[in-house]
C-alpha cells in the first residue's frame, strides 16, 4: 500500500480546520498545535500499521 | 455575407434578389444563422407601394417568385399569415446545436471532484471581508519535489531523525548537552525513507512522529509553532485565518462593512488615543469582554488589513490607533536618530544586565533605570536589555511599536501614553513620550523605577524620593540659544552623579555644542567633541592632546547622545589618535592639527531616511 508523505503545515489541515469550527471560537496557536500534532500522529501511525 | 443564387425567370430572380434584401436589411443585427420572418401581407404592401402595382397581383408575384427558390427562402403558414423565412446566410435553417462541451458538462469536471461538504473552500458563501488581495501560495511540496528529491536522501543521510524521549527533553540542560543527545539518538537514514511515521518539517528538518506530543513540543516547539502560523497563512485553500496567536475558520469570520469600520473610527477618535479591542467592542456593539470572541477575532483581523487603522498592542491587549490621532513623544529626535543612537546596545555594549539577571527581572517584575542627560531632556528611555525583559513584546510579526501606559502612583496616580520602539536587526528600541513627567519631577541621573501591573500595556512609574531636596547647579538644555547652560535646581529623588553633570564637578560641560542630531549619529566626532571640551590639555600649539577618563567622556557624551560606558571605553580604544595613559581608565588623545571632522567617522553608519511618522 502506498503510504503518502507528512508535510507539516500542510497534510491534514482540513481536518484541523475542521476540529477548529466545532470548537466555535478562536483558538491560541498553541491549541491550535497541539491538535494539530495529535492529528498527524494519528495518521503517522495508522498508515505506520498498514505499511 | 455570401449572397445566394436566384432560381426562375428574370422577373423572378429580380423579385426573389429584392426580398432577400429587404429581410437582411431587417436583420442587419441577427447572427448569419439565425431565423428571420417576414410576412407576406408586409412584403406585398411594400413592394406594391415601391413599384406601383396592385397590392394582391404583388403577393401573387412574390409567392411565385419565392416557390422557385425553396433553397433560399421557407413557407410557413400560420392562422392569421404567411411567414417567409430565410437567413443571412441565404439558407432558410438554423445550424445544429453543438453539444460536444457544454458548460453544464465542464461543470461536472474532473470526473471526482471535491465532496460536497468541502464546497466551502470551492465557493464561498459569505462576501469577502478583504479589501487587499491576499496572495495565492503555491505549496512548497512541488519545490521541494521539483529539485530536492536527491538532495532529500542526502539530507536525510546528513542530518538524522531527531528522536525525541522523554530523557533527552531537559529545558535545564545546556545548548551543548541539548546537541549532543540529539546526535546519540540518531534514526538510520533508510528508516527515515521508509517510515510513514516521519514528518518533514519545511526546511528539510524530519521529525519523528512515534513520540508523545508533549515529547515533540518539548523539543521543537517553537519551530512548529512558526511553521504552524506560515502554514495557516500560506494555505491556498485559506481555510483558517489567524491574527497574531490566534486561530479560526475562515468561514467563522464576522464581516465587518464600511459602517462599521465608521463607527470605529469615531470611537478611537473621540478617545483621542489608541484604544484596547474590548473597549471598542463594547462602544460599538454593546458586547462585553468574553461575550463574542469570534466578534473580537474578526473586529482585529479585519482592522488589521485596513490602512488607516494601526495595531499598537502588544501580547495580551489589543490596542488599536489612528494614523491622525496625536505623535506621541519628542519631535526633537528623528525616528532613524534614535534608532542609530541605540545601536550600540545591540553591539554588546549593554551592560544593564549586570546590578540584576534577566530571570529576577522576570520574576520581581520590575527595572530600576538612570536617566542620562539626553533621556531626560528628550523624554526617552532607551530599551536595555533588562528594560526588554520587562515590558510586553510586541504580537505581530512585523510590528515596530506599541503604546503603553504609564501611570505615575507619585502624581495622583497620573497616567501617559508612551511609544515603544522595538529593537530591529541591528538597530536599538526604545520608549518616548516621558517628557512632561521627566521635566516636572526629575533631574538628569534620576533613578525611576518601571514595573509591570497586572494589564500587559500599564505600568507604574515611580523614583526614590526617599531623600531630603538638594540644590545643585545643573546642566539644562537652552533651546532658545542652542547650547547648554547651568541653572540652579532644588530636586527630591535620587540621582546618580557621574549621569548628572552639575557646576562643581564638570564646569566646562556646557561649553558642549548642542550638535545638530544629524551631527550626533557619528559617534567619533561627538567623542572628540567631548574629549576636546571636557578633557585636560596636556599637548602644545603645535601637538594638542588632552586627558580625559573614561568615565567623563561617558558622563560629557551622554549629554549629546545616549551610550553605556563599555561603548565609550570600546570607542576610546578603537580610535586611532587614543591612547591608554598610564593610570587605568585614562586616555590620552592626540588628533593630528590638520584632521578633518569626518576623518575619524569614515566606517559609521551614514544617515538614513526617516520614519513617515516623523
Keep these: 500500500m502506498e503510504t503518502r508523505t507528512i508535510l507539516f503545515g500542510e497534510t491534514a489541515l482540513d481536518i484541523l480546520a475542521q476540529w477548529l ?23 503517522a501511525l495508522r498508515e505506520t500499521e498498514q505499511a | 455575407m455570401t449572397v445566394p443564387t436566384f432560381q426562375g425567370n428574370d422577373e423572378q430572380q429580380a423579385l426573389a434578389a429584392e426580398i432577400f434584401q429587404l429581410m437582411v436589411l431587417q436583420a442587419s443585427f441577427y447572427a448569419d444563422d439565425a431565423l428571420i420572418r417576414q410576412t407576406l401581407d408586409n412584403l406585398a404592401a411594400f413592394l406594391a407601394e415601391k413599384h406601383k402595382r396592385e397590392p394582391d397581383a404583388m403577393a401573387t408575384s412574390i409567392e411565385e417568385a419565392i416557390a422557385v427558390n425553396t433553397a433560399v427562402f421557407r413557407r410557413e403558414e400560420a392562422e392569421a399569415a404567411t411567414y417567409y423565412i430565410t437567413t443571412r446566410r441565404g439558407v432558410p435553417e438554423p445550424l445544429p446545436v453543438d453539444t460536444s462541451h457544454t458548460f453544464a458538462q465542464r461543470l461536472y469536471e474532473p470526473e471526482n471532484p471535491l465532496p460536497v461538504d468541502d464546497i466551502s473552500v470551492v465557493v464561498s458563501t459569505t462576501r469577502p471581508t478583504l479589501t487587499t488581495v491576499e496572495p495565492v501560495y503555491i505549496s512548497d511540496y512541488w519545490q521541494r519535489a521539483s529539485d530536492t528529491a536527491p538532495a532529500i536522501a542526502d539530507a536525510a543521510a546528513a542530518a538524522p531523525v531527531v528522536d525525541v524521549t522523554p530523557s533527552t527533553v531537559s529545558t535545564g540542560e545546556t545548548a551543548a548537552a541539548e546537541g549532543a543527545a540529539d546526535a546519540a539518538v540518531a ?9 510513514p511515521a516521519v514528518m ?6 524530519p521529525v519523528d512522529l512515534r513520540h508523545d506530543v508533549a515529547d515533540i513540543l518539548a523539543q521543537h516547539g517553537d519551530m512548529l509553532r512558526a511553521e504552524l502560523a506560515s502554514g495557516i497563512d500560506k494555505d491556498p485553500l485559506r481555510q483558517m485565518v489567524r491574527f497574531g496567536n490566534m486561530v ?10 464600511k459602517k462599521d ?17 474590548t473597549v471598542i467592542q463594547a462602544d460599538v ?16 483581523y479585519r482592522l488589521g488589513r485596513e490602512k488607516d487603522f494601526e495595531y499598537v498592542g502588544v501580547v495580551g491587549a489589543n490596542l488599536w490607533s489612528l494614523k491622525t490621532l496625536p505623535h506621541i513623544g519628542t519631535r526633537n529626535v528623528k525616528t532613524s536618530e534614535m534608532a542609530q543612537f541605540t545601536e550600540y546596545l545591540m553591539q554588546g555594549y549593554d551592560d544593564s544586565l549586570q546590578e540584576r539577571p534577566l530571570a529576577t527581572i522576570a520574576e520581581e517584575g520590575f527595572v530600576t533605570h538612570r536617566l542620562s542627560f539626553f533621556e531626560w531632556a528628550n523624554g526617552v528611555v532607551v530599551l536595555t536589555a533588562a528594560l526588554n525583559a520587562l515590558i510586553a513584546q510586541p504580537l505581530l510579526d512585523d510590528q515596530r511599536r506599541a503604546v503603553l501606559r504609564f501611570v505615575m502612583p507619585q502624581d495622583a496616580a497620573a497616567e501617559m501614553l508612551v511609544e515603544v520602539r522595538y529593537p530591529v536587526g541591528s538597530r536599538g528600541g526604545w520608549m518616548q513620550g516621558f517628557d512632561l513627567f521627566f521635566n516636572d519631577f526629575l533631574i538628569a541621573g534620576a533613578e525611576i523605577t518601571i514595573a509591570r501591573t497586572e494589564e500587559p ?3 507604574t512609574i515611580i523614583y526614590d524620593e526617599s531623600v531630603d531636596g538638594q540644590t545643585r547647579d545643573v546642566l539644562v538644555p537652552d533651546e532658545k540659544k542652542n547650547r547648554f547652560v547651568f541653572e540652579e535646581v532644588t530636586y527630591y529623588c535620587q540621582v546618580d552623579l557621574a549621569l548628572s553633570p552639575d557646576q562643581a564637578s564638570f564646569p566646562q560641560i556646557r561649553n ?32 594638542p592632546a588632552y586627558r580625559i577618563t573614561a568615565q567623563t567622556a561617558h558622563t560629557g557624551f551622554n549629554v549629546l547622545r545616549p551610550a553605556s560606558l563599555p561603548y565609550i571605553t570600546a570607542l576610546l580604544n578603537d580610535n586611532q589618535y587614543v591612547q591608554p595613559a598610564d593610570e587605568a581608565g585614562v586616555y590620552v588623545f592626540a588628533p593630528p592639527l590638520n584632521m578633518p571632522d569626518e576623518a575619524d567617522d569614515a566606517d559609521d553608519t551614514p544617515p538614513e531616511d526617516d520614519n513617515s511618522d516623523e
Design chain 1, 21 to 43: 469550527r466545532e470548537q466555535g471560537e478562536p483558538r491560541t496557536l498553541d491549541d491550535v498545535l497541539q491538535k494539530y500534532l495529535e492529528i498527524l500522529r494519528d495518521i
Design chain 2, 261 to 277: 469600520l465608521g463607527r470605529i473610527r469615531d470611537d478611537i477618535s473621540e478617545a483621542n488615543e489608541p484604544l484596547l479591542d
Design chain 2, 248 to 257: 479560526l475558520p475562515e468561514d467563522r469570520l464576522i464581516n465587518l462593512g
Design chain 2, 187 to 195: 534514526v538510520p537514514a533508510d528508516a527515515l525513507a521508509d517510515s
Design chain 2, 512 to 543: 558642549l555644542k548642542a550638535l545638530p542630531m544629524s551631527d550626533r549619529r557619528r559617534a567619533n566626532t561627538v567623542l572628540r567633541h567631548v574629549i576636546e571640551t571636557l578633557g585636560e590639555a596636556v599637548g602644545t600649539a603645535t601637538e
Design chain 2, 457 to 459: 500595556h500599564v505600568y
Design chain 2, 285 to 300: 456593539y454593546n458586547q462585553q469582554v468574553g461575550e463574542n470572541e469570534a466578534m473580537r477575532f474578526s473586529l482585529n
Design chain 2, 200 to 205: 518533514t518539517v519545511a526546511g528539510g528538518v
